[in-house]
C-alpha cells in the first residue's frame, strides 16, 4: 500500500514540474537529471514536521532490486531536506516506472555504506566530485521492498 495523505509540492519549480510530468507519464517522460540522461526516479516520503507527502527525483541506483538514495545535495555542507523525513518516516514509495511502490529505509553504515557508495558513484560518478566539495561524508540510504 502506497503512502497516504495531503501532498504539498516543492517551492522548487523544476523539482515541480519534473515530479508532475514523470507521474502523469508514468515514468516515460521527465525520466531523467535534467538536461542529461541519467535516469532519475520518484521517491515519495512523509515531512520529517509537516507530516505532508513530498516528492523528490533522485538518481536512480539500483541493485537486485534494492536502491540507494544518496543525500549529496550537489556537495553542499548540509543534507537535502529529505534526509530528515527518510530519519523520521522510514517508509516511502519509491517511483521506477509506471506504479510506485513501498520501501523500508534505513541508513547505510560501515563497510555496507562503502559498498553501495561505490556502486553509487559507478553508476553516476558525479557523487565523487560532490563527495569532494563538502566535509561531511554523504549519507547513503538503503531502499528495500516491502512486500504485501
Known amino acids: ?10 517551492t522548487a519549480q523544476w523539482v515541480r514540474d519534473q515530479v508532475a510530468a514523470y507521474e502523469a507519464s508514468g515514468g516515460r517522460e ?14 515519495t516520503s512523509v515531512g520529517a514536521k509537516s507530516g505532508k507527502l513530498r516528492k523528490n527525483p533522485v538518481m536512480r541506483v539500483e541493485k ?32 521506477d516506472g509506471p506504479e510506485p511502490k513501498p520501501y523500508a529505509v ?10 553501495w557508495w561505490d556502486h553509487a558513484v559507478r553508476t553516476w560518478p558525479t557523487y565523487a566530485s560532490y563527495q569532494e566539495r563538502t566535509d561531511r561524508e554523504i549519507p547513503v ?8
Not at 521527465?30 to 521517491?43: F, G, H
Not at 534505513?106 to 559498498?115: D, K, P, V, Y
Not at 540510504?141 to 504485501?148: A, V
Open 106 to 115: 534505513r541508513l547505510a553504515e560501515g563497510g555496507e555504506r562503502a559498498e
Open 141 to 148: 540510504f538503503i531502499l528495500e521492498p516491502i512486500e504485501d
Open 1 to 10: 500500500m502506497t503512502l497516504q495523505g495531503e501532498y504539498e509540492p516543492s
Open 64 to 95: 537486485d532490486g534494492r536502491y540507494a538514495a544518496v543525500a549529496s545535495y550537489g556537495g553542499r555542507p548540509d543534507n537535502p531536506t529529505w534526509y530528515a523525513n527518510f530519519l523520521a518516516h522510514p517508509v516511502v514509495d519509491l517511483q
Open 30 to 43: 521527465a525520466n531523467t537529471l535534467r538536461s542529461s540522461r541519467d535516469p532519475i526516479v520518484v521517491i
